[in-house]
């Protein structure tokens, strides 16, 4: 198991940049699969990004604009938001998973999520 933090959610104007960040515990970092997805207010929570030493997956929506990454020294993972728009807005959430997958059910382990707003 393990527990996530998410930080670096907050209020951008439309264009602008945000970085995510999440803190992992767990000796057992490098072994997962991280990801993040994201929530808006009335619609399903969905995938947005992932990796594993294996590579990376991206949704479409957000593919040439946001960018994952972590260290696994520092049990980080990060979301790089460039270019954000106003449909960006939502709670997201930094998750764990055993295999590289876009799949939300795979995922066992979640954060608390932290809130991003892009202003029009």
């Known amino acids: 198991q393990v527990q996530l933090v998410e930080s670096g959610g907050g209020l951008v104007q439309t264009g602008g940049s945000l970085r995510l960040s999440c803190a992992a515990s767990?000796?057992?970092?490098?072994?997962?699969?991280m990801g993040w997805f994201r929530q808006a207010p009335g619609k399903e929570r969905e995938f947005i990004a992932a990796v594993k030493w294996s590579g990376t997956r991206y949704a479409d929506s957000v593919k040439g604009r946001f960018t994952i990454s972590r260290d696994n020294a520092k049990n980080m993972v990060y979301l790089q938001m460039n270019s954000l728009k106003p449909e960006d807005t939502a709670v997201y959430y930094c998750?764990?998973?055993?295999?590289?997958?876009?799949?939300?059910?795979?995922?066992?382990?979640w954060g608390q999520g932290t809130q991003v707003t892009v202003s029009s």
């Open positions: 767990g000796r057992t970092f490098s072994n997962y699969a």
């Open positions: 998750a764990a998973a055993g295999i590289l997958t876009t799949t939300l059910a795979m995922y066992n382990d």
